[in-house]
């Protein structure tokens, strides 16, 4: 089965490159992170044969049809009939995009000025701890105001557009070079790429594209390396990133590089033995633990909200197995341990929708662009994070951009019935 899911995995990103601004499409995406995440890591495993049970062979059936399930998804949305622009997310009119952009960046800006200044008490290594975590919440919508203010640059270069673009490019700056935040770095590439495509009609040379993949891939095993490289925001030691053995790192060439796919084995494992299948408690789990502020309501409530269907504790009560610090379960596995095989759900309805957003893309106005860009990072996430991170993450999306939305017809609305009311007083001087 190993073999088959190579397969279709470069046949997946082959069919996907061979397609003029392919690289974006959610298949090729992908297919990309099998190729350089997800197979080297499985690798490792069958090398080492170190999957318990019968694991491994559920772990492959699971990740060859999750590929398929993800394709036709994006296929049965890319080719529906149905008006793209329809729906309930929020549109507003080109005429707006700057205020939407400014609303957008503020808000951005107050919470990345917020973290700065934050105790240094709250900040562990790269994670934040207190009341900055909700800062840190906040300051992830320089995602959309990223991405609507390069739209806004390659739309028409004025000192405002060049000036917002500047803010939210020194909002990236800490995240990227000071920290190898591997998310951060992602956003920006495939923006900045997305982009070019749809208001510029660039599209990258597939070589190019070939390359990229094949440098993250290397470098994506390395980011505690990378990360030791500099301290207290300082420019990286430039030295020492050339004496890293990236090669090295990789589960090709060292098979115990492979933490993610052995947790996901084990929690297949686990629900192999047990059968206690979650139902989709661990995705509330993620809304609780994203959206309801313990610093605010108080942790007791916070967690009295939440089960105990967290899949390293999980993992640990059935069968002893702790994973590695800082690794993740992966969404092959935390899928799988919601629903069985009906957990492919979690990749089909992403890939469906994103499907639908870039229809929408190709056919709406610039802010109609904004939703495929700001989706992007989420899908990827939910293949080497956890099944529920496309859900999670969006749904900050859809409340944040539909809140602008609101406030841009609240003010257009107020504006025109003052203009209205300013017209019917005029006529009322001239007719008298």
Known sequence: MFAILIAITLTMLVAGLL???????????????????MLPQI????????????????????????????????????RAKSDPLGGPLPRISDTHLEKAALILTGIALVAFVGLRFAPEEQQVGFVWTGQSTILY???????????????????????????????????????????????HLVEVVLIAAYAMLLIKNFAIPRAVVAAGFAIASIGVFATAELRSTTVDEELPDFEKIAEIDFLALSPIYDPQASPEVENAAHLIHTMQITGDYTYGQYTWNRFVFQY??????????????????????????????EGHPGSTQTGIGTAYMELAFLGLLFFFIPAYFMGFLWRRALAGNYWDK?????????????????????????????????????CLRIDYGARAKNQTRRSRQRRRQFAR
Not at 140 to 162: C, D, E, G, Q, V
Not at 294 to 315: C, I, R, S
Request: glycine share 6%; charged share 10%; proline share 4%.
């Open 292 to 321: 309801v502020p313990g610093q605010l309501v108080g942790f007791d409530v916070k967690q009295q909200l939440m089960t105990d269907a967290w899949p390293d504790e999980v993992v640990y009560r059935a069968v002893r197995y």
């Open 19 to 37: 397609k003029r601004g392919g690289y974006l499409q959610v298949p090729t995406l992908f297919a990309a992170v099998m190729a350089g995440w």
């Open 43 to 78: 690798w490792g495993l069958v090398f080492r044969q170190s999957a318990p049970g019968n694991s491994l062979n559920t772990l492959l059936l699971m990740t060859i049809l999750a590929s398929l399930v993800t394709y036709l998804g994006w296929f049965m949305a890319t």
């Open 137 to 183: 919440f906040i300051l992830n919508l320089k995602t959309a105001s990223f991405a609507l203010s390069l739209i806004l640059l390659l739309k028409k270069r004025t000192p405002f557009s060049l000036a917002l673009f500047a803010v939210n490019i020194l909002m990236f700056i800490p995240f990227v070079l000071f920290m190898f935040k591997r998310r």
């Open 370 to 406: 904004i939703w495929y860009a700001v989706g992007l990072v989420p899908l990827l996430h939910g293949i080497t994070h956890h099944s529920a991170y496309f859900f999670v993450a969006f749904t900050m999306f859809i409340v944040a951009l539909g809140f602008v939305a609101l």
